[in-house]
């Protein structure tokens, strides 16, 4: 029982590692945006008109220059679309632990009991570890009554169950790394388009900064989205390899604790 409690407060602490994570992700985020306000991109000075008399040039933000050049729309979507990546990055690293995927303490005691013939302390052992490797070895265990073969194959139906939460949420690591270029993409036609448009209807030479609105809604669509999916599809990619690993480990050493009841038979050992 002991055994089972502090297993339940492992897992209580991991939630709330999780949500601490995204906690500091929220103030951190906000404090860069704060930094980002207060940057300027120069100083004030002056500057010569078409007629020859001086006139002043005020200097933007850099928030502001950016929020001008994107819009709203775009700003939006990127913003959301970091802070997305960087939760998900953040979830999906702690849930490749090898402490959440095939915890060395469950191993150790699942081995104990099985040493002094504690079957049923096993079972519960592994029934209220909420690890990968626990949900395998449990229903191997609870199927183990009926034969080995009917506990082998619960245990890789369930290890494939496992398996697929863990791809589909490192699939959202992919869905932004293929988006996040496309939106891009789309900005960059975008900006094109408003720069042409006003060279076609300027009547003559357009206004260097109007043009370079549209071109600069095209050159930051672009960057921002390969800014976002380059570090996207290396974290999938990284992940994904990390987390294929560990389900093979998971699979070895279920195998081999769950061996011992290949000749068991029909012999329950849990209810």
């Known amino acids: 029982m002991q055994n089972s409690s502090s297993i339940l407060t492992v897992n209580s602490s991991a939630t709330g590692l999780r949500l601490r ?19 300027s991109l120069g100083q004030d000075g002056a500057a010569v008109a078409a007629d020859g008399t001086p006139k002043e040039v005020t200097q933007q ?27 998900l990055v953040i979830m999906n690293v702690i849930s490749a632990r090898r402490e959440s995927v095939c915890p060395p303490s469950l191993i150790e005691g699942f081995e104990a009991h099985l ?4 079957y049923q302390g096993a079972y519960e052992l592994s029934k209220t570890d909420e690890s ?8 191997g265990l609870a199927r183990l ?14 290890g494939a169950e496992e398996n697929m939460k863990l791809d589909h949420r490192l699939s959202y690591l992919a869905l932004i790394g293929t988006l996040s270029p496309m939106i891009g993409l789309f900005g960059t036609v975008h900006g094109m388009i408003n720069s ?16 370079a609105n549209g071109i600069s809604t095209a050159l930051l669509t672009t960057l921002l989205g390969l800014a976002v999916a380059i570090p996207a ?25 769950m061996s011992r009841f290949e000749k068991v038979g029909n012999k329950k050992t849990a209810t």
């Open 145 to 158: 009554s009926s034969s080995y073969e009917h506990a082998v194959a619960a245990m890789q139906e369930v």
């Open 196 to 211: 042409f448009y006003e060279i076609a209807n300027g009547g003559g030479a357009p206004e260097p900064s109007v043009l």
């Open 233 to 257: 599809i290396a974290a999938y990619n990284l992940l994904r390899n990390r987390v294929q690993k560990l389900a093979l480990e998971v699979g070895i050493q279920s195998e081999n604790l």
């Open 61 to 87: 933000t850099l928030l502001g220059w950016l929020y001008s050049a994107l819009g709203w729309e775009y700003l939006g979507i990127f913003t959301a679309l970091s802070f997305i990546l960087v939760a």
């Open 115 to 118: 040493d002094n013939k504690e």
């Open 21 to 39: 994570w995204a906690v500091m992700l929220s103030f951190g985020s906000l404090l860069i945006l704060a930094c980002l306000t207060a940057t």
């Open 132 to 139: 990968f490797l626990g949900n395998v070895l449990a229903a």
